[in-house]
């Protein structure tokens, strides 16, 4: 309820029943008193949701919940947050194969393609994707993502390397295709 449809039930209870003075501000009172509680419970949940909504955010992007995703980004989450692995939303969603999650992250212009994480050999996004296989992920990193193609882990394993080791084949075969 707005204030302005406080203010008009407040004017319907005194027109319909006749209230004195001392009531009158009485409900005054209260109609300002809860306009001004409503407000500090909105900034205690924005306060909450901030603080919050990150691991919220990486969450969704680990079940590959692109709807809840999307509801994050609209509310500005910080999309390149890390969590206590040094994961970020975009490298959690290549990590567990999420197709329509990576494409919906690439898509967000402050998306950093490029964030190692530090638990997993310092590896980027496009590395883990490529080491684990997921072609369709690796293909449209190679299109749509301004990533770098050829960053090793921290043992200097290249993409195309780890890709090579793991035996999969279709994903070196586009990398050679690619020129990486």
Not at 87 to 99: D, L
Request: glycine content about 4%.
């Amino acid at each position: 309820m707005t204030l302005a449809a406080d203010d008009e039930t407040a004017r319907e209870l005194k027109a319909s029943h006749d209230i004195d003075e001392r009531a009158d501000t009485a409900i005054d009172r209260f109609l300002r008193a809860d306009h001004v509680l409503k407000e500090a419970l909105a900034f205690t949940v924005d306060s909450f949701v901030q603080s919050k909504w990150p691991h919220a955010l990486c969450e969704a992007a680990k079940q590959g919940d692109v709807n809840a995703v999307r509801v994050y980004i609209a509310k500005g989450v910080d999309v390149n947050w890390k969590n206590a692995h040094g994961a970020t939303p975009f490298y959690i969603a290549v990590r567990n194969g999420h197709v329509d999650t990576v494409r919906l992250l690439a898509n967000v212009r402050r998306v950093d393609y490029d964030a190692v994480c530090h638990h997993a050999l310092d590896a980027s996004p496009f590395w883990t994707a490529c080491r684990l296989g997921h072609y369709e992920i690796v293909e449209l990193m190679l299109k749509e993502c301004a990533c770098d193609r050829t960053r090793p882990n921290r043992y200097g394993i290249s993409p195309l390397d780890a890709a090579r080791a793991a035996g999969h084949g279709d994903v070196v075969k586009l990398l050679e295709l690619h020129g990486v």
